[in-house]
């Protein structure tokens, strides 16, 4: 199937931990993105990745760290987790820099941290 | 800056009813493009539909209708007929034209509760 597919689904981790989400569209799509979604249901980018370049950094601390092998993959790497990390995760893409193509998102990754 | 206002945080209504929900945006450009995407209980982010600001029709798709007013500024949504099925969250959200902006910027959103 044509999708944006990211995993895992679920992910609970203990404070201090590292670890990664992982994303992936076979679209053909050029960007990518990254928007946390708050206990509040507020959607927020976090970073877009334009041809494996990154082109937007919205003021997210440095523990997090995304990656892009390739157009269509861009991961998330979180290192020393906190409790405030806990929320839901979504990837999205789009056919191009240009958002008024409007984006096809994952379906979400809820992260919890304990 | 550009800015998306939900105003109605949560609306419930019975089932069969008409529902709107409303979106006020802000933006310094001339060419803009709006968005409304749907978030069931299941958790994915459904999109339902763009438009650019140079298109001030109105749209209808089925039960769904949306009315784009530039004259002050909202991109209201309405929902005819309500069903149980309609029940999610709903995010208006607001795009620039490309330029050096790249983002999507969301409204908070509006929780719709349909009852039967």
């Known amino acids: 199937d044509t999708a944006v597919s990211q995993t895992p689904k679920y992910l609970v981790t203990q404070m201090g931990n590292d670890k990664s989400i992982k994303c992936e569209q076979n679209?053909?799509?050029?960007?990518m993105y990254w928007y946390k979604q708050d206990s509040k249901k507020f959607l927020k980018i976090m970073f877009s990745?334009?041809?494996?370049?990154?082109?937007i950094n919205e003021t997210v601390p440095n523990r997090f760290s995304p990656k892009s092998p390739d157009k269509a993959h861009l991961n998330l790497h979180i290192n020393s987790l906190e409790l405030g990390d806990s929320a839901v995760y979504f990837c999205a893409s789009s056919q191009a820099a240009q958002t008024h193509y409007g984006y096809t998102f994952g379906s979400g990754t809820r992260l919890t941290v304990v | 800056a550009q800015k998306v206002t939900q105003a109605q945080t949560e609306i419930s209504v019975v089932e069969k009813e008409d529902v709107t929900l409303d979106c006020v945006y802000e933006?310094?450009?001339?060419?803009?493009?709006l968005f409304w995407y749907k978030q069931p209980p299941s958790g994915e982010l459904v999109f339902l539909i763009r438009?650019?600001?140079?298109?001030?029709q109105n749209e209808i798709s089925g039960r769904y209708s949306w009315n784009f007013q530039k004259s002050t500024s909202s991109f209201n949504f309405t929902i005819t007929a309500s069903q149980v099925v309609d029940s999610a969250v709903y995010f208006c959200?607001?795009?620039?034209?490309?330029?050096?902006?790249?983002?999507?910027?969301f409204g908070k959103g509006t929780l719709l509760t349909v009852n039967p």
């Open positions: 438009r650019n600001s140079f298109d001030e």
């Open positions: 679209l053909g799509h050029d960007t």
């Open positions: 959200a607001l795009s620039d034209d490309g330029g050096s902006n790249y983002k999507l910027t």
């Open positions: 990745y334009n041809n494996k370049e990154l082109i």
């Open positions: 933006t310094r450009d001339t060419t803009y493009y």
